[in-house]
């Protein structure tokens, strides 16, 4: 399914084995893993993420990355270039400023792999795990911010939201405005 000229795609998949030229990750202000998303791509990635990280860490963000910021890494062992690593909002009951730092979490993660000069993105649903951001609520905010993005900028050229499950596919599809006609 894909919107904006083919430029927006979302499908299932996992992204530790996605070939794009930048992943997000779902890290948490540690930088140091966890579980799911996290857990996930620095097994399969390898320690040299995990060795980038813990320098930032040390260097830039010595108490913590603070949510919606985000950074970059090189990808070890994944088939992508870069890993863009970036913290999203635990849902609160939606009055502690969950969708602005979402929203935050998803432009910041843009930025980082336009300056990288990404020409494909491929973002996990972020928050929507561990985290309990409602991923109807979730869509919304994605849209809004990836739209206005592809309006804008020629980079990234296109970007996929990858979901690991097929109910949490069709959850954001029943969120999103009508896809292109194929
Ligand atoms: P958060 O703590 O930000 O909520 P999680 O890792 O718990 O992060 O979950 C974020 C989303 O990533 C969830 O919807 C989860 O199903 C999904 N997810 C978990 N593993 C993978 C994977 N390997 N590829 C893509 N998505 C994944």
New binding site residues.
Partial sequence: MTWLNGRLEALT????T?HADAIVN?A?STLLG????????HRAGGPDIMAECRKIRNISYPRGLPTGEAVITGAGRLPCKYVIHTV?P?WKGGMRGEESLLAAAYRNALEKAAEVGAHTLAY??????????P?DKAAKVVWKVLSARLHHHNLPEKIYL????VN?LSTFLDNMPQPDVT
């Fill in positions: 998949g996992d992204i530790t996605f779902a948490n966890g579980g799911g998303v996290d857990g996930a791509i999203g635990v996990p649903a972020i928050s929507t795990g561990v985290y309990g951001y991923a990858l979901f690991y499950s949490n």
